[in-house]
């Protein structure tokens, strides 16, 4: 089990294997859940998609009608959160 030290500042890094294994980028967040006895459940937060990025996901961006697929894509990808 990997052990990690604290700063001065009460931080610690996540090592790199254990950020890959809960599947988290730079720039993404993590959360901790406290349990009984002193320890921490950690878990990835999964970004929710709002409606608005899904509304006119591809208005303007092309001239020709889109196919369902590419509304399947946009719908997707609106969802999680990407552009």
Known sequence: MPSLSVTKKG????KRDLLAHLGVKP???????KLPGGELRVKAVRPTGKIDGF???????TGKVATLEEID????????GKK
């Not at 720039?27 to 859940?33: K, M, Q």
């Not at 509304?55 to 961006?61: N, S």
């Not at 894509?73 to 999680?80: D, K, L, N, S, T």
């Open 11 to 14: 931080q610690i890094t996540l």
């Open 55 to 61: 509304l006119g996901r591809l208005a303007g961006k």
């Open 73 to 80: 894509e946009a719908a997707a990808a609106g969802w999680v």
């Open 27 to 33: 720039g993404e967040r993590i959360e901790f859940d």
